[in-house]
């Protein structure tokens, strides 16, 4: 069975939803799923006054955090960011950064990887945000999979690089049709790959 990792990070909510998307999607084309939130790196009382924000944090807080051991276990790894002045978040980089020692010894080599990301307006940095990513696995000698215009959804979507959603000024936006089913391309695509590289 192929083993795929969605590790990310979520503020308001929206990549957790993203996440649950993924996980979904690759659970019915058979795929062992793991999903691991990235711990917040923010005192609470800082974002009290923001409700979405506040949610998202009580329901993921007793979740399983990421780990670097996730990569290692899995087969693909979807990654997913909220767009921060174009570029990944704070608490997503600190976690990045902390995969140092497993990047030394090779073990998030040779494997599939994609990603996800949100911003509030469809210009805020998306694109960006995760080519940036993609460097960094690149680094680590990961197969990059992103879902290009692998399908006729993909046009609709408009972003080859990834998955993104706008979430809208006030952070709002539910999840729209088009980016519900180009997560589940994503999805289902980077389990196929997984699949094959784990064979070879």
């Known amino acids: 069975m192929t083993k795929l990792a969605i590790i990310y990070y ?12 993924l996980a979904t999607a690759a659970q019915e084309a058979g795929a062992d799923v793991r999903v691991r939130h990235i711990a917040e790196t923010r005192d609470p009382q ?8 506040s949610s998202n944090y009580a329901a993921t807080r007793d979740l399983p955090a990421a780990t670097g051991d996730d990569i290692v276990w899995a087969d693909g790894v979807i990654l997913g960011s909220p767009t921060r002045f174009g570029s990944t978040a704070a608490p997503f980089q600190t976690f990045m950064d902390a995969l ?8 998030l080599a040779g494997k599939a990887y994609a990603a996800f990301t949100s911003s509030q307006t469809a210009h805020g940095g998306q694109e960006t945000t995760l080519l940036g990513l993609y460097t960094s696995l690149m ?27 706008v979430t809208g000024p006030d952070n709002q936006n539910e999840i729209n049709d ?3 089913a180009a ?3 994503m999805s289902v695509r980077v389990v196929k790959v997984a699949s094959a590289l784990a064979k070879v």
Not at 100 to 107: P, T
């Open 183 to 185: 997560l589940q391309h």
């Open 10 to 21: 979520s503020s308001t909510g929206h990549g957790t939803a993203m996440a649950d998307i």
């Open 46 to 53: 800082t974002f009290a006054e923001n409700p979405a924000w």
């Open 139 to 165: 680094h680590f000698g990961g197969i990059l999979v992103p879902p290009g215009y692998t399908d006729s959804i993909k046009f609709a979507d408009g972003n080859p690089y990834g998955v993104s959603h």
């Open 100 to 107: 140092g020692g497993l990047w030394a010894k090779g073990a």
């Open 178 to 180: 088009s980016t519900r």
